[in-house]
């Protein structure tokens, strides 16, 4: 198995006083906006392949609910591309899943465990582009 990237998801309270300084200062590109009532709920900035999420606690609740309860006391987790999922959850044989296998909107069939330390990992594999 490939692990292809690890990309570090943020959670803040809201999302757009951080925009200027990915975009405006750093030349980050917004490449995925997920709106959220009068705000961002979820947003992907990337660089040279260099990619950071931002989500907002409240939609933590709605998208993993397993997290909604913990999302204000996490400020990050990781999570990583891979390139067989299958590969991985027989590597995580016997870990709790906080998530069970699911589908994205974003095209990708992902799993979320908690490693050793409490950490909150998220492994996904994209669907293959045509």
Avoid: N
């Amino acid at each position: 198995m490939q692990i292809k990237k690890l990309t570090p998801v943020l959670f803040v309270r809201r999302i757009e006083p951080c925009l200027d300084f990915w975009e405006r200062r750093l030349g980050f590109v917004r490449v995925a906006a997920v709106p959220e009532a009068d705000h961002f709920g979820f947003v992907l900035l990337v660089r040279d392949g260099v990619e950071v999420m931002y989500q907002t606690w409240s939609s933590v609740g709605t998208d993993i609910p397993p997290l909604a309860r913990e999302a204000s006391a996490a400020h990050q987790f990781l999570y990583l591309d891979v390139d067989d999922l299958g590969a991985i959850e027989a590597a995580l044989a016997g870990i709790d899943y906080i998530v069970p296998k699911r589908q994205t909107f974003y095209g990708a069939t992902e799993v979320i465990v908690r490693e050793p330390a409490g950490h909150v990992v998220a492994f996904a594999q994209m669907e293959a582009q045509s």
